[in-house]
Every structure is written in C-alpha cells, then in structure tokens.
C-alpha cells in the first residue's frame, strides 16, 4: 500500500484500472464480477457509453463556473428531480453527507422560525448519515463516533422500526423539529422495517408538526425497484437526501425539499463551491435518461426478486446439510443482505480470489449493491458464488 496515503481505509490488494458493464479488471488484466457497484454508486456499471460520451461532451464545453451564477444543467436536473419526488425545489452538493447537513441544517431552521431554541432530531440505532461531525453524531454507531467527542448537540436516539419509542420521546421533549431515517438501513446490515412504518412516521410528523427526513442516499435511483423507496409506503416526506447512484460515479448530493423545508434557505444560508456544477449535472441528466430510456427501476426489482429468490432456494428453502445456512436473507430490488450467524468479513477476500466484488457489514451480513445492467447469467452467477462461498463458510465451523 502506498506510504503517501493516510490509513483512514482497510484497502483491499487489489486496483483496478477498467471497468465495462458488470466487469472491473485489474492491472495484471484479471476480470471480476462486480456485485457491490462501488457502494450502491455504479447503477449503470461500468464505461456506460451514454455516460462516457455525456462527460466527454460536458468537459469540452464547460465544467464549473459557481453558483455565483445561474447553472442551466443544474435547474434542469433540480426540475426533473422535483417531479421524480413530488418536491418543490432542490439544493446540491458533493456527496451523500454534504446532503445529509444540508437537511440537518434545515431542520435547525425550522425549529428557530417555529421559536425553538434547542432544536432535537429524532435518528434510529444502526443508521449510517455521514461522517462529518454532524452526520457522525446522527449515525447509530458508537463505534463510528468512538474519539470524535464532543459530538453534536440536538440529537435524541431511538431503536429502528420503533414507532413507540418516537411516541415516547414526544410525549418527553418539546424541542423535537424532525425526524431522519433510511427506508432501509444500508450501512447497518440492510435492515428492513415494517411495511407500516414510514406511514406511522409520516403520521407522527402531521401529529407533531415535525419534518420528516428520509435518507434515499443509498435507497434512492432506482435501487430498490421504485424511483425512491418512500414511494413504496405511499407517503411523501418533506426532506429527502441523494448520492450515490444519482451521477454513476461522479460526485454529487442533493437536498430535495417541499412546502415549508422548501422556503428554509435563503442567501448565504448555506452553500456549496463545487455542488451541481455543470459536468456533474450533466453526468446525473444522462444517468436519469438511460435509466428511463432501459427501464431498469423495473429491471432492478426483477433482478432483485430473481437473486433474492436464487438465494433463499439455495440456503434457506432446499433439503440436506447445505441448508439453513442463514439466520435472514433480506433486501429489496437490488440491495441485499445476507446475515450469517458468526462474523463473516472473510469471505470478502475469498470472494475476491474467485473474481467476484462484494461486501460485509454490521460483521455478519453480507451485502449485495450490483448495477442495474446485470444479465440474467450474470446474477445467477452473483447467486451461485455467494451461495457456494456461504456454504463452505458454514461447513469451517
């Protein structure tokens, strides 16, 4: 590993310099399956054309100039993303954290115009927002936050998928302004919550005069076989944060907001350099047209229901001493995870040595982000490799 780089990464030893589709090759010209897609990012794979030529376009002509001035591709992107969403207006930014301090900052807004003065937002255990200071502190993680103290003031933390607990914490604090979930936790093990929750949430904010935050950083795009999860509740929240697979690859967040959240920022409230400049915007334009234009929000629920099926046959539902290898297999569309009963970060690396990219977190879930370009052929064999690579893995015990 480099020396000049810090240590903030466990990287693994392996780099990679092209990438088509669902394939990633290293240097020595070994190919992998890739079944993460760089975190959620990679939705339309790899060197997509549509995207290649977007960026090559984008660059010739113009790449920043400021928000000092009006950006064209950035009010394009903001009116498409408002009517995908059913939101008023939208800021940009750089990444998913920027977004999340963007809402986090909003929701302070809120509270002061309403004469609050010590705003409290309402996060859940096991989430994952960030890790600036902010978003660190309204992460659920303590190992996250271990040597960062102080954190930030004004959060209060409740268990995920707990309605009663926001009950609760109403009935105890007056200063609560907003509530910030993920429709699924990503970070935390893909967690699912009930299918009444977001509506009961959405409820609890009406009752209270709360604004309701959802976190699609990593839901959102597609990924889960609707545009953004929130739209398999039915509710519409009042804040919802963007990234990942919003530009393929190229950096960008956005804060969508509606009624009153929509009129918190004014001048010199909040701000960004490089956030939605034009090769950004143009990156994330032509990621939307390809994904309407090959239908893959639909295509990325098929994939999903396909895997998720493949993997329940070949580890929970057959006969024999190959099966109940698993204590969940979870997920919606193209976000998955796999929970084992011991920690089971290993097989990241075995998987590597087989040619196939995935990912561990909360130690015992594995997690499946592919793009949404994937083959039948490919995904079964996403399916196949996992499963073999489970099966051995249980058989160390």
Sequence with gaps: MSQALMSNYARLPVGFTRGEGAYLWDDAGRRYLDALGGIAVCVLGHA?????DALCQQARTLTHTSNLYRIPKQEELGARLTALTAMDKAFFCNSGAEANEAAIKMARLYGSRNGINTPTIIVTEGSFHGRTLATLTATGSRKAQ????????????????????IRTVAENNPE???VLVEPIQGEGGVNMPDDDYLAGLRALCNEHGWLMILDEIQTGVGRTGR?????????RPDIITLAKGLANGVPIGACLARGDAATLFQPGSHGTTFG???????????TLDVIEKENLVARAGELGNRMLGGFRRRLTDCEGAECKLTDDIRGRGLMMGIELERP???LVTQALAQGLLINVTAERVIRLLPPFILSDEQADEIVAQVSDLVTAFARQD
């Design 48 to 52: 997509h054309p549509a995207l290649a």
């Design 146 to 165: 271990a040597g960062f103290e102080p954190l930030v003031r004004g959060f209060v933390r409740v268990p995920f998928n707990d309605l009663q607990a």
């Design 176 to 178: 609560v302004v907003a």
């Design 227 to 235: 545009w953004f999860a929130h739209q398999h509740a039915g509710i």
């Design 276 to 286: 939605g400049n034009p090769l950004a915007c143009a990156a994330a334009l032509t």
């Design 344 to 346: 089971c970060g290993e």
